[in-house]
């Protein structure tokens, strides 16, 4: 027989070994799994993951770190778990995006289940977040996929985390759910003199991160719900929420000179909080094409994921500056302007 003709057979001879391996492991796994044997388990796992990442049966792999993940969460084996969870993210990465959109989007709500079975004090789970938030760019943008950011902020708000809760919340692009979220933090954390703070400051932040709907949608839930508002319609009695009124009026005009008056006019008030001049600033490269100012470090009070993102974004508008600073016109004095 030649060797071309005992190629084919002994390739298929390999392959039926290694399945008849992997039934094996498999086997051992169901037992170890119903003995509590839950450390032999998990290396059983990773054994598998390494020979069906290795054969490139990415959907197998899937399967088995996800059921493995939930069965183990079961058994409050949280630290195994979130290493599957890990591995099961690695997998996606080496698959790759499939042609069919639905089954991408699958991993959103199935990951965001995962996540929500962890324990807080679990260590890698926010190095899961931080990597499932990543991955999910090549579905959904920059920032991650909204769903799966609203997903991880319920996980937030009922663990009482309600400052990460807040972030994700802001990028889940569900205006009407970050308002009715605003209110219930400003009543339960804010003083009365503060209620606009807690509106302004959100929606600088997502007009900041181009999300002008979403921005507008928060506006309109938190100023027509909000208790302690000591007005529900225009003209507010709260300056700032007026500034917001105008401003999102201004944007949809593109009236540069009535956008620095009106910047200038709500200066005093818009100087209660510093890091809302630095948003300011944004909202007018992005929206009335100003010149960017010099470098920022981004607002305090922003850290984790979402102050990544606005530094992220303050860069990138620098080095856009420094190309085209030579094409972009000086500022005019803003008298000047008005005339």
Request: net charge negative; glycine share 8%.
């Amino acid at each position: 027989m030649s060797a071309a003709e005992t190629g084919p057979i002994a390739s298929g001879s390999a392959v039926s070994t290694g399945q008849r391996g992997v039934s094996r492991v498999l086997a051992k796994l169901s037992q170890s799994l119903a003995g509590g044997e839950f450390y032999e388990a998990h290396m059983m796992y990773r054994t598998l993951y390494f020979r069906y990442t290795a054969q490139k049966r990415y959907q197998d792999c899937l399967d088995l770190l996800f059921d493995g993940a939930q069965q183990l969460i079961a058994k409050e084996q949280e630290s195994s778990a979130a290493d599957l969870c890990l591995l099961l993210l690695d997998t996606l990465e080496k698959r790759g995006p499939q042609a069919e959109d639905t089954d991408n989007f699958l991993w959103v709500p199935r990951l965001g289940a995962l996540i929500r079975g962890l324990n807080a004090a679990t260590v890698e789970r926010e190095t899961l977040i931080q990597r499932t938030i990543k991955w999910s760019t090549a579905l959904h943008g920059q920032y991650g996929h909204p769903v799966l950011h609203k997903l991880i902020a319920h996980v937030f708000w009922t663990e009482g985390n309600i400052e990460s809760a807040r972030h994700h919340y802001l990028l889940c692009q569900d205006g009407s759910l970050c308002g009715r979220v605003l209110i219930e933090i400003s009543q339960s954390r804010g003083f009365q003199g503060e209620v606009d703070l807690f509106l302004v400051q959100a929606v600088l932040q997502q007009l900041s991160l181009k999300d002008r709907k979403t921005a507008e949608d928060t506006f309109t839930e938190y100023t027509r719900y909000h208790a302690k508002l000591l007005k529900h319609e225009f003209p507010y009695k709260e300056p700032l929420v007026n500034f917001l009124y105008f401003l999102f009026r201004l944007i949809d005009a593109k009236r540069v000179a009535g956008f620095r008056a009106l910047r200038k006019l709500y200066d005093p008030s818009l100087k209660r909080d510093t890091s809302f001049l630095k948003y300011i600033a944004k909202i007018g490269v992005l929206y009335f094409d100003e010149q960017p100012e010099a470098a920022h470090s981004g607002p305090p009070g922003l850290g984790g994921m979402f102050g990544d993102i606005f530094n992220r974004l303050m860069s990138g508008f620098e080095e856009d500056d420094a190309e085209d600073h030579d094409t972009t016109l000086r500022r005019q004095n803003e008298n000047n302007e008005l005339e």
